[in-house]
């Protein structure tokens, strides 16, 4: 029986050669993929990194996702709130069982899994130390932070989009930006010419500023 929040959860744990000195990075897919798919973005963000992998638990017309998107820039929040508690869960469970630091781990995510991986530093800023995500939108129109409005500081944020990507309105990721910043994050933004992909020169500038 999966529970979402242990290691029963489908994932991939790839270990480096120190788990507990070493950055931990949890990756996110996008819709439709598993928890295959960012094993090499991953190396190529921080080749000393360990890796663990969930997979989206959620299906959307057959699709592996996170959470729902329910139509352009509207999201299921309630799956977006749960998505972020059970993520938190699953890495301190995990943590406990592989040894890795809990407290050096960077969420990385592509389109839905950069959406959860920014969802999750805003709603449980315990459990990450920063975010990289890649194709992102701001999910919720007010946070509904659970505990009141957290303290980002020291926390670090890179989100790197498309300028022709329709699922990364500029106007939106600006504001999620601005909210970020309010919190005392440090945010760094990237911007290719083209639409909902990765850019290789942005896993390399974000690669130097990882090392």
Known sequence: MINPRDSS????????????????????????ADEFDLLSLGKAL???ANLISPRGLRKSDGANRFFKLLEQDNYDENEVIENSSELADFLWNTSGEYGFNPDNVVAVGFSNGANAATS???????SVAGVVAFGNNKVFQETPFPKGRPNLT???VWIANGAAD???????????????ESLGAEVKYFLHAGGHTISPEHVQRIHSDLA
């Open 9 to 32: 959860r489908p994932h991939v744990w790839q270990p480096s050669d120190d788990v507990a000195g070493n950055r931990t990075l949890l990756l996110l897919h996008g819709s439709g």
């Open 46 to 48: 921080d080749p000393s």
């Open 120 to 126: 999750l530093i805003l709603l449980h800023p315990d």
């Open 154 to 156: 020291g926390k670090k």
């Open 166 to 180: 329709p699922y990364s309105p500029r106007d939106r990721v600006e504001a999620l930006i601005a909210e970020f």
